[in-house]
């Protein structure tokens, strides 16, 4: 049974690029969260789609947009790379859209390295 | 929105000790606590989680205490082994929102031989 694998396991991008992450949900799961973690801190929520949809979004500007696709997959994408967006980002699968009724499971997450 | 504050940042113990490290949180309406061991370049894991409607609770070496009036919640290692060195994070549920977690900065534990 897979769990939740993410690609690429790392990237290097220069300031002002774009980039693409991906992720693909443990079997059986149907939701999809997206986390930042920085050098030294906890993960930091981004955003969680559900049934396609973007369902909640943390404090991350627009320059960070996703996309749920009809097998549960999910991109992240980020426009124009800034410096700060150096860092690990996660992925989270779960089953609908409540943390408390179904754990979330993470993947080994995207090292992204902005020069 | 939600704050989780985590202590200490680093835990040191003897194999053998016991290990404890807290966790205080600021939205009363959050009610969902897990917390996540990351070794080092892996993905966070979920150990034990707890529930509001719950004070207690223990799996094996492991438990997690909540105090909802408080607003804090702690997690208990006992019989610390080598393999629990990582770092530790706790999360809340701000707002009582289950689509997200806000996580605390992390423990890092060394269990010394």
């Known amino acids: 049974d897979a769990g939740v694998t993410q690609s690429p396991t790392h990237l290097i991008k220069t300031r002002g690029q774009q980039v693409t992450l991906r992720c693909s949900p443990k079997?059986?799961?149907?939701?999809v969260s997206w986390y930042q973690q920085a050098l030294g801190q906890g993960p930091q929520f981004i955003f969680q789609?559900?049934?396609?949809?973007?369902?909640q979004r943390g404090n991350f500007p627009d320059r960070f947009s996703g996309h749920q696709f009809p097998n549960y997959s999910s991109e992240l994408n980020v426009n124009a790379l800034l410096l700060g967006d150096s860092a690990l980002y996660l992925c989270?699968?779960?089953?609908?859209?409540?943390?408390?009724?179904?754990?979330?499971?993470f993947g080994n997450g995207t090292r992204l390295t902005v020069t | 929105g939600e704050n989780v504050e985590q202590h200490p940042s680093t835990l040191s113990v003897q194999e053998g000790d016991s290990a404890v490290i807290k966790c205080t949180y600021s939205d009363s309406a959050s009610n969902y606590f897990p917390w996540y061991k990351q070794e080092l370049g892996k993905r966070p894991q979920l150990i034990i989680d707890i529930r509001s409607n719950v004070g207690e609770k223990k799996d094996q070496r492991i438990a997690v205490t909540l105090n909802k009036t408080a607003k804090h919640f702690s997690l208990h290692i006992t019989e610390t082994q080598p393999e629990d060195s990582a770092v530790y994070f706790c999360?809340?549920?701000?707002?009582?929102?289950?689509?997200?977690?806000?996580f605390g900065s992390g423990t890092q534990l060394t269990v010394l031989p």
């Open positions: 999360a809340g549920t701000p707002s009582g929102s289950a689509r997200q977690l806000t």
């Open positions: 079997s059986g799961h149907d939701t």
């Open positions: 989270a699968s779960s089953i609908g859209q409540g943390a408390s009724n179904s754990p979330l499971h």
């Open positions: 789609y559900y049934e396609e949809e973007e369902r």
